[in-house]
């Protein structure tokens, strides 16, 4: 895992027309050559960490690269011999965004190994970005450093505009994809600066992203003390401080203040609540109290008759809890944990998606789905979890031999055939904006989210496959959650 590295780098797959059996490819950028290296087994030329940014201290805005240079370049740590790159192709190009609570994950985790979906399709390049920790609170305001991971993002964006043409890809045909922090990052980018694109992107693909921090209605205060501990834990009392601690004492001190205490300022899976929920949960009032201890930051109830509503649209029955087709059984960690997935995944990740997924309908082509597939070796009560799809998006075939939670794909009949589905309908929607150009024999068509019913895809392999639904589960639960949500929106 990497966190708030210094430098800013990227990293590139592109196609196997360009290879033609060189062992150095390069590629000539706007401020110079860089060369990289062939992957033969896949035929395709990869060019990893080429910096998009100038180098910079932690927590000082990354500038854009000013420079020109005439020696040939290695895009670090991988340089193997001379090329052949051909500009001008205007392939698609999709830009993966990777997640980690914004704290944590890192472009060169081979769970984000985009050679297979290169090779599957008439291929995009895939691009991986590394999101970064951003300060939050009033000091860190007044300083102008909020949204620093964001705004780093979106330098990439910009570097890619300028020269991946130079590496085969059409900039007008981008599409940023990300999941978790990175799905959230994606809705970020959709919202940022009154909605403007900037010509960046021209599509997005959000995997489990959630906008939760925009609904706390105290939200200055929840961000000074989010600010507040990281001193008290660094003992610092500046920005300068938090600068000169080394890597691994700051990066040591941020885990301990706590998991989305980087969230910035401002799609779902069937069982996401198993990662999100609080567990423990017996008797209702335990639930009720959690539900009041992560109000304002996960989301806004404004009266104790809100929270006795939430008890009646989430009944204590296991059989309507999650993970979901579980029946009467219960989780070993609490008689009520079921119960609790359900809301707290509805309130942090399912409900979300639902209210983006009924707004963006309005104005532009829509694709909503349900991940309903434990992965191999995943246990009854995480189910088809919170990051459970990405082995599948990317079609990982490098082996499970590591933990199941290192995921790549499991060796089933049904990992395969549900990878190949999934990747081939991301791919599609890269190139041609729906995902129903896949190639794949027997695919279901994937209806557009929208005016004339609100339907989605539900991704599983198992019984009859993926197939369409209505988008309606624990409809009144999700409606009030989104309406509060809502209502305290509008009064920010
Ligand atoms: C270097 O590259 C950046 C990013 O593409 C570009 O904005 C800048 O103009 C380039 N600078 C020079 C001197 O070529
Ligand atoms: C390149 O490899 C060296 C040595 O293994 C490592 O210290 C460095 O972090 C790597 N750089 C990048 C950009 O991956
Ligand atoms: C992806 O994994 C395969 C199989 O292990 C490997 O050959 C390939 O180089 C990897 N691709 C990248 C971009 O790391
Ligand atoms: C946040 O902290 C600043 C200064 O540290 C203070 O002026 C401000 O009142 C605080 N805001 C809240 C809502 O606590
Ligand atoms: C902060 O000070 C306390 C008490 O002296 C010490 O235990 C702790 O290790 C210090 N933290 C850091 C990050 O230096
Ligand atoms: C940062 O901390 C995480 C655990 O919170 C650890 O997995 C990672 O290796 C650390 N990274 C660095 C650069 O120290
Ligand atoms: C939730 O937090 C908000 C903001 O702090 C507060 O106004 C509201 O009363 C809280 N709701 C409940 C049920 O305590
Ligand atoms: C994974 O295992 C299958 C079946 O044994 C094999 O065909 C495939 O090449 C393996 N994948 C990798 C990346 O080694």
């Keep these: 895992m990497q966190l708030l590295q210094i430098f800013s780098y990227i990293s590139l797959l592109a196609l196997p027309v360009f290879a033609q059996s060189s062992t150095q490819p390069t590629v000539k950028t706007l401020n110079g050559t860089y060369v990289g290296t062939f992957l033969p087994t896949f035929n395709q030329d990869f060019f990893g960490g080429i910096p998009y940014a100038q180098p910079s201290r932690r927590f000082v805005p990354a500038q854009s ?15 193997v011999g001379p090329t052949g790159v051909k500009p001008g192709q205007g392939l698609p190009v999709l830009v993966w965004i990777h997640g980690g609570a914004y704290v944590m994950g890192s472009s060169d985790n081979i769970r984000y190994n985009g050679s297979f979906n290169v090779q599957r399709s008439s291929p995009p390049s895939i691009i991986v970005l590394q999101p970064m920790a951003s300060l939050s609170g009033t000091n860190p305001e007044k300083a102008g450093l909020l949204n620093l991971g964001l705004k780093d993002q979106r330098l990439a964006l910009h570097w890619i505009n300028e020269n991946i043409a130079a590496f085969g890809g059409d900039p007008s045909k981008v599409t940023i994809q990300g999941e978790s922090a990175g799905g959230s990052s994606v809705f970020q980018h959709m919202l940022a600066f009154g909605g403007r694109n900037d010509h960046l992107f021209r599509s997005v693909i959000s995997e489990s992203g959630y906008w939760a921090p925009l609904m706390a209605s105290n939200r200055a205060a929840t961000y000074n003390a989010t600010w507040n501990r990281l001193l008290s834990i660094t003992n610092c009392s500046n920005i300068a401080c938090l600068q000169a601690l080394p890597l691994s004492t700051f990066n040591a001190s941020v885990a301990r203040v706590g998991s989305g205490a980087f969230n910035p300022v401002v799609d779902a899976n069937s069982d996401e609540g198993t990662m999100f929920m609080t567990r423990g949960i017996n008797f209702d009032s335990d639930l009720v109290n959690v539900i009041l201890a992560r109000n304002s930051t996960d989301y806004a109830f404004t009266s104790a008759a809100d929270v006795q509503q939430i008890l009646q649209l989430y009944p204590d029955d296991p059989a309507q809890g999650v993970p979901i087709g579980t029946g009467d059984g219960i989780l070993s960690t609490g008689f009520q944990d079921k119960r609790s997935a359900a809301f707290f995944g509805d309130a942090v990740m399912v409900g979300p998606r639902r ?19 434990p992965p191999y070796h995943f246990p009854m009560d995480t189910g088809a979890t919170h990051f459970a799809e990405v082995a599948y998006v990317f079609n990982d075939r490098n082996n499970n031999t590591a933990l199941p939670s290192n995921q790549p794909l499991g060796p089933r009949v049904i990992d395969a055939e549900l990878a190949l589905l999934m990747s081939s309908m991301w791919i599609s929607f890269t190139h041609d904006q729906t995902p129903n150009n896949n190639l794949v024999a027997g695919a279901p068509v994937w209806p557009s989210y929208g005016p004339s019913g609100e339907q989605h895809i539900v991704f599983q392999g198992f019984g009859s496959g993926s197939f369409v639904e209505n988008d309606n589960f624990r409809e009144a639960g999700i409606a009030f959650i989104n309406q509060k949500t809502a209502e305290v929106a509008k009064a920010l």
């Design 65 to 79: 690269l000013n420079e020109r240079f005439s020696e040939v370049r290695q895009a670090l740590n991988y340089s």
């Design 355 to 373: 209210a983006f997924a009924q707004a963006n309908a309005k104005g532009a082509a829509t694709f909503s789905y349900r991940f309903n597939q």
